[in-house]
C-alpha cells in the first residue's frame, strides 16, 4: 500500500471533520470524539515551565492540522493524476473537466487553513 493509500484509508475511518485546540488541555474535538492532546504530543504537564507549556500548544495545534494537511495531499495527488492524464491525451473536454475539478479541490483544501 502506497502512503497516499495509507492516508485515503485512515482518513476515511479516523474522526471526521476538522480537529480543534481547546481548552486549557488542548483537547481535539471532532463528530463527537475528544483527544487529549498534551498526551497525544507525548508530553507532560507536571511541573511544565512556560517554554514547555507554549511548545505543548504548539504541538497541539500541528497535530490539530493533520485532517487538513490529508485533504491538502489527497487534493494534490488527484491534482497530479489529472495532469499525468491531461499529458497522455492531450487536452480534451474531459482532461479539462478533470484538471479544473482537481484544481478546486486543491485549492479548497488548502485556502484558509492554518
Not at 497535530?63 to 488527484?78: D, G, K, Q, T
Not at 487536452?91 to 485556502?111: C, D, K, Q, S
Request: glycine share 10%; aromatic share 6%; charged share 25%.
Amino acid at each position: 500500500m502506497s502512503m497516499i493509500d495509507a492516508i485515503r484509508t485512515d482518513a476515511g475511518l479516523g474522526t471526521q471533520d476538522q480537529w480543534q485546540v481547546s481548552g486549557v488541555r488542548s483537547s481535539f474535538k471532532g463528530k463527537g470524539h475528544q483527544i487529549d492532546a498534551p498526551s497525544l504530543a507525548g508530553v507532560a504537564w507536571i511541573g511544565y515551565e512556560a517554554d514547555q507549556h507554549n511548545a505543548c500548544m504548539a504541538d497541539a495545534r500541528r497535530i490539530a492540522r493533520v485532517p487538513s494537511m490529508e485533504a491538502a495531499l489527497l487534493a494534490a495527488e488527484e491534482l497530479a493524476d489529472a495532469v499525468d492524464e491531461w499529458g497522455a491525451k492531450g487536452r480534451t473536454e474531459a482532461t479539462a473537466a478533470a484538471l479544473n475539478t482537481a484544481l478546486g479541490n486543491y485549492r479548497a483544501a488548502t485556502e484558509g487553513k492554518a
